[in-house]
T-cell receptor
Framework: NAGVTQTPKFQVLKTGQSMTLQCAQD?????MYWYRQDPGMGLRLIYY???????DKGEVPNGYNVSRLNKREFSLRLESAAPSQTSVYFC?????????????FGDGTRLSIL | GNSVTQMEGPVTLSEEAFLTINCTYT??????LFWYVQYPGEGLQLLLK?????DKGSNKGFEATYRKETTSFHLEKGSVQVSDSAVYFC???????????FGSGTRLLVRP
């Protein structure tokens, strides 16, 4: 059982380049999330999708877009990468919302913007 | 607004020592509380949770009690092992916010 799979695991971009981070889950979960993790700041929610066909902004959505392609897949796009977007990005999924439901996390994508 | 405050790390202990990692929260309503653990190079894994006051969450020898009167959810373990070395995150969720709010994380290093 793979759980939550993120690709790629590492990526280096130049400022202004675009990129899409991919995420897929095989647990039939309704809700999916994108976080970024920065030193000393914990995880911050970028966007989430409560169910297939819906997406909503989290705490730090500026500079990002998302697509909930189907129930399994939730992608994160950087249209014009900036050095401030250097971070580790985590995708997560849960059965329905957060209460009483653990979020299952992928292993992360380490992204560097030069 | 809702927030979680954790003690600064790193916390360095010898094997078999007692562990406490402090976590306090600010929230409207009645939050659910979580501890997640992140091993090097991996994503976060749920360690334990508590959904109402006085609940005790426990897993793998770790425990935390939901204390509403002190708005705390401190993580404890009686005897740590080298394999417990990781970063630990306290988090809360409320129905009104519909999002999981994380503390900044506390790195634990256990020496043999």
């Amino acid at each position: 059982n793979a759980g939550v799979t993120q690709t790629p695991k590492f990526q280096v971009l130049k400022t202004g380049q675009s990129m899409t981070l991919q995420c897929a889950q095989d647990m039939n979960h309704n809700s999916m999330y994108w976080y970024r993790q920065d030193p000393g700041m914990g995880l911050r929610l970028i966007y989430y999708s409560a169910s297939e066909g819906t997406t909503d902004k989290g705490e730090v959505p500026n500079g990002y877009n998302v697509s909930r392609l189907n129930k399994r897949e939730f992608s994160l796009r950087l249209e014009s990468a900036a050095p401030s977007q250097t971070s580790v990005y985590f995708c997560a999924s849960s059965e329905a919302g957060f209460r009483n439901q653990p979020q299952h996390f992928g292993d992360g994508t380490r992204l560097s913007i030069l | 607004g809702n927030s979680v405050t954790q003690m600064e790390g790193p916390v360095t202990l010898s094997e078999e020592a007692f562990l406490t990692i402090n976590c306090t929260y600010t929230a409207t309503g009645y939050p659910s509380l979580f501890w997640y653990v992140q091993y090097p190079g991996e994503g976060l894994q749920l360690l334990l949770k508590a959904t109402k006051a006085d609940d005790k969450g426990s897993n793998k020898g770790f425990e935390a009690t939901y204390r509403k009167e002190t708005t705390s959810f401190h993580l404890e373990k009686g005897s740590v092992q080298v394999s417990d070395s990781a970063v630990y995150f306290c988090a809360l969720y409320t129905d009104s916010s519909y999002k999981l709010i994380f503390g900044s994380g506390t790195r634990l290093l256990v020496r043999p």
